[in-house]
């Protein structure tokens, strides 16, 4: 691939940002999935590799089918533990904007520096470098540039982490974000030794009895629009606890509503103990999500984005598929 000009300035701005700063805290986005946490693990392996101190935070719990991960148990979940440090230089990855730092911001120093690496379109470069490329499938395929423009040879715990991240951005490499690019990047971790088929198998088959009883619930309240354009489920607050299942275990949840014949957007809905409800949309291409879900203060990407909405449950579903509803008109 040829790589343009004011990307590979982004990324020696990335490097020159690193080598000022001697310990740096790396985070990324609240109710983290595969790409963040993977971002998370990467940034702080090359850390290491370049003599840098880490401190490697996120707010929320970590999904622990991620285990396997090299410095996963490194990660302070912040609710926890919050440190009595802050830092002068941060490295946010895969937050399209600053408030999916979440509550680890106030470990930040008033005065701090902040190093924004990401490939959301909506990213409103916060940081005071900013390394954006929508191009790229996942943040793990820009930092696998990065660990390549710093002349650092990638080994196996770098490499599984960048294929978890590609391999979870893109489902499974079939996502419209799936490029020649990333299948070069996939065939070259796969020659360093990851194995893929393990990886695929744990994150993409394998679930709890758990998921699959939260899965059943949603699908019992699958609902259409009158047209079938729009499908949509919701999780009460109470569902996981009665199902046993997990935040993780919503993921994926919401492609069962998309992948019917005919529906252009599919809707998650999921209401938080505070009795807001969060909205995960996915679109099958008519229809701009990040545009929707930015008309109710959240943002993503063209054919998945997410929204947090007032409650209670049934205002949200109302507003939203109206809105989507007119979206398609
Ligand atoms: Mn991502």
């Known amino acids: 691939m ?6 590979l ?19 990324s986005h609240v109710q983290p999935d595969g790409d963040a946490i993977s971002s998370t693990v990467a940034v702080g392996w090359l850390l290491q590799k370049l003599g840098k101190s880490a401190v490697l935070i996120n707010e929320d719990e970590l999904p ?3 285990n396997y991960l090299h410095l996963f148990d490194a990660i302070i979940h912040y609710k926890l533990a919050p440190p009595e440090q802050k830092f002068d230089a941060v490295i946010a990855v895969d937050c399209a904007d600053f408030t999916r730092i979440g509550e680890v911001a106030g470990s930040f120093a008033s005065e701090a520096k902040l190093l924004n690496i990401d490939h959301h379109p909506t990213n409103n470069a916060f940081g005071s470098v900013n390394v954006i490329q929508a191009e790229a499938a996942a943040t793990v395929e820009i930092l696998f540039d990065l ?44 020659a360093v030794g990851v194995a893929g088929n ?16 939260l899965l059943q619930m949603a699908l019992n309240r699958l609902t259409f629009s009158d047209n079938l354009e729009i499908g949509w489920v919701y999780i009460g ?22 992948n019917v014949d005919g529906v252009q957007v599919g809707i998650l809905f999921k209401e938080s103990d505070d009795g ?33 909405m007032e409650g209670p449950m049934s205002d949200a579903i109302s507003q ?3 809105a989507v509803r007119k979206a398609l008109m």
């Open 276 to 308: 807001s409800v969060k909205a995960s949309l996915r679109s099958a291409g008519k229809a701009n999500v990040a545009a929707i879900a930015q008309t109710f203060g959240g943002g993503g990407h063209v054919r998945a984005a997410g929204c947090r």
């Open 147 to 190: 660990i390549e423009r710093a002349g650092v040879a990638l080994d196996l715990d770098c490499a599984t982490a960048i294929y978890t991240g590609l391999l979870t951005d893109t489902g499974g490499f079939r996502y419209s974000n799936t490029s020649p690019r990333v299948m070069e990047i996939a065939s070259r971790l796969l």
């Open 320 to 322: 939203l598929v109206e």
């Open 198 to 213: 393990e990886l695929a198998d744990h994150l993409l088959e394998k679930m709890t009895l758990a998921k699959l009883k």
């Open 2 to 7: 040829i790589m343009q000009g004011s990307y």
């Open 64 to 66: 622990s089918r991620l």
């Open 9 to 27: 300035k982004q990324l020696d701005d990335a490097l020159a940002f690193i080598k000022d700063a001697n310990q740096i805290l790396v985070v």
């Open 237 to 258: 607050k109470e569902d996981l606890r009665e199902t046993g299942a997990v935040s993780e275990d919503l993921e994926g949840i919401v492609n069962y509503a998309l």
